[in-house]
């Protein structure tokens, strides 16, 4: 499966508070949040759902797989959604280990299902708390 998606009984603003809290007691920091619906809608068009990407990076992971592979890169950060889907705020990834498996490096693949693990973990964590 390319993903990992739960939902939530939190707002989205709510669940993207959570999520930072568990994503900091990781090591991961918050980059970038991009904000679609703010975005398509300061462009004039109509996107009513919340809709939150966050860019999100452990630097020392990031130095591991980068120091095992330079086009590993091309997957960095690693991206986390959350957003409003008919009333239900879900928060969901694209799943490093469905990402890694077309660079070719049993190293590599290893450290991507470590880091799904604890972005996994991070999630469900949020959805709890």
């Not at 568990?22 to 090591?27: D, G, H, M, Q, R």
């Amino acid at each position: 499966m390319f993903d990992y998606t739960v939902a939530t009984t939190k707002n989205v603003k709510e669940a993207v508070s959570s999520l930072e809290l568990k994503l900091k007691e990781e090591k991961f920091g918050v980059l970038w949040k991009f904000d679609i619906k703010e975005k398509l809608q300061e462009k004039g068009l109509e996107f009513e759902s919340d809709y939150l990407v966050l860019e999100v990076c452990n630097p020392h992971e990031a130095e591991r797989v980068l120091k095992e592979n330079l086009l590993v890169g091309y997957f960095l950060p690693c991206k986390i959604v959350v957003y409003s889907d008919n009333g239900k705020t879900k928060i969901g990834m694209p799943r490093p280990t469905a990402l890694i498996n077309l660079i070719n490096n049993e190293e590599i693949k290893r450290l991507a299902k470590d880091i799904e693990e604890r972005l996994i973990q991070c999630i469900n964590k949020s959805i709890q708390s």
